[in-house]
């Protein structure tokens, strides 16, 4: 059994999850990055975490965690959350073969922000 993502730079656009409801007021994510393939000129992958309300028409940025360029565990604290979440990924730098194997963890809700 193989858990997570394998996510690569390709052609450079966002990759975006499905959208989940919260479960608190805040919480920790936590993203574990394996098997990171570089290459070219500073590889990065860059993630964030955006939220909505139901009837908002827009995404906003909750919170983005540190750029990453190599295997390792990071997380990142975000609160007040709104009624919506999906997570975004997006490669900078690199080649088109530049990727990694992601896997999100489920976030420790809070019921504070």
Do not use: C
């Amino acid at each position: 059994m193989i858990i997570g993502t394998t996510l690569l730079k390709m052609a450079g656009s966002t990759y975006y999850s499905p959208q989940f409801s919260r479960g608190g007021m805040g919480a920790v994510f936590t993203v574990d990055v394996t098997n990171w393939v570089g290459g070219g000129v500073s590889p990065k992958l860059i993630i964030g975490v955006e939220h909505r309300n139901l009837e908002d028409t827009a995404w906003t940025t909750l919170v983005m965690f540190a750029d990453i360029n190599a295997d390792g565990t990071t997380s990142a604290t975000g609160g007040p959350i709104k009624e919506l979440l999906r997570f975004t990924y997006t490669f900078t730098g690199g080649v088109a073969t530049t990727g990694a194997h992601v896997n999100v963890l489920a976030p420790q809700w809070r019921p504070f922000n």
